[in-house]
């Protein structure tokens, strides 16, 4: 009984952070055409791992969404095979994690909100 009353109660939380985040969701940032273009290929080497209604992961998305970015999102809750992805190469079943391919093909895993967030920022907001 106990176990369902808090699955209950994460279940709940998780929607009134859905919600909260639809209500006040921010404003994209604009840039010219030229710009979003070169910004657009430079973020199809990021993948997002993530679950829908986790906080932290909703605090990158809304980065995502503030600073005008094309990033796959990949739900690692639903999604079979980028659990497998993220355990497997990434190391551990932890999101948000934000997969960094840089331009000689390596690949780096950040799992910290924080750290995604001021990563995308100081690269990104320029």
């Not at 209604?53 to 690692?76: G, H, Q, S, W, Y």
């Amino acid at each position: 009984m106990k176990k369902l009353i808090v699955k209950f109660i994460r279940w709940s939380l998780g929607r009134l952070i859905l919600l909260l985040n639809a209500v006040f969701s921010p404003r994209s940032m604009k840039r010219t055409a030229e710009l979003q273009k070169q910004i657009d290929e430079q973020t199809r080497y990021l993948s997002l791992y993530q679950y829908n209604a986790c906080p932290f992961c909703v605090k990158v998305r809304r980065a995502i969404k503030r600073l005008n970015l094309n990033i796959e999102i990949r739900d690692a809750k639903t999604d079979q095979n980028s659990r497998d992805e993220l355990i497997r190469e990434g190391g551990a079943l932890k999101v948000p994690c934000l997969r960094v391919v840089n331009e000689e093909g390596q690949v780096q895993w950040m799992y910290e909100s924080s750290d995604i967030v001021n990563y995308l920022q100081s690269r990104f907001a320029a």
